[in-house]
């Protein structure tokens, strides 16, 4: 059988609960790929929002979340001098520091990611309704 190319695009929206959360979108993200029908590829995924990232890191233990949660609040914390005055420029520098997009392999259908790893949404200015942006690119078929 003949493999094609293949461009799929879709949305995936939040809701947060807290100021400061990872939430995991491991899940989410797989069925986007499931249902893109590509087989061997790439998934981006990408956070349109200046107070907001996303990371791949472990997620077996939900206590590395929160360490993660806890070091940037020592690294950059909200009550700072800051110049900007909106009350969130720790949630900007945050979003610097973690990036706003991530690049995972498609292999057989799915992320191809490392067995404790697991790709997540960081919130650092909720709650909020955010969106996260996905594209599949690969070949369909095989």
């Avoid at 879709?10 to 899940?27: S, Y």
């Avoid at 990232?53 to 609040?73: R, S």
């Avoid at 800051?82 to 900007?92: F, L, S």
């Avoid at 200015?125 to 594209?135: A, F, L, S, T």
Wanted: hydrophobic content about 40%; overall charge neutral.
């Amino acid at each position: 059988m003949k493999s094609s190319s293949q461009v799929f695009e879709r949305t995936l929206e939040l809701k947060t609960a807290r100021r400061v959360e990872l939430v995991e979108i491991t899940h989410e993200l797989d069925r986007i790929v499931a249902s893109s029908g590509v087989t061997s590829g790439v998934c981006i995924a990408y956070v349109p929002h200046t107070t907001a990232g996303l990371i791949i890191n472990e997620n077996a233990d939900p206590d590395v979340a929160a360490d993660i949660e806890a070091t940037l609040e020592r690294l950059v914390p909200r009550s700072a001098a800051y110049r900007h005055t909106e009350g969130n420029a720790d949630a900007h520098i945050r979003s610097v520091l973690t990036g706003v997009s991530q690049m995972i392999p498609v292999a057989g259908g799915r992320l191809k990611l490392g067995r404790w790893q697991g790709v997540f949404f960081c919130e650092f200015d909720g709650p909020r309704r955010r969106e996260v942006w996905v594209k599949v690119l690969g070949d369909v078929g095989g």
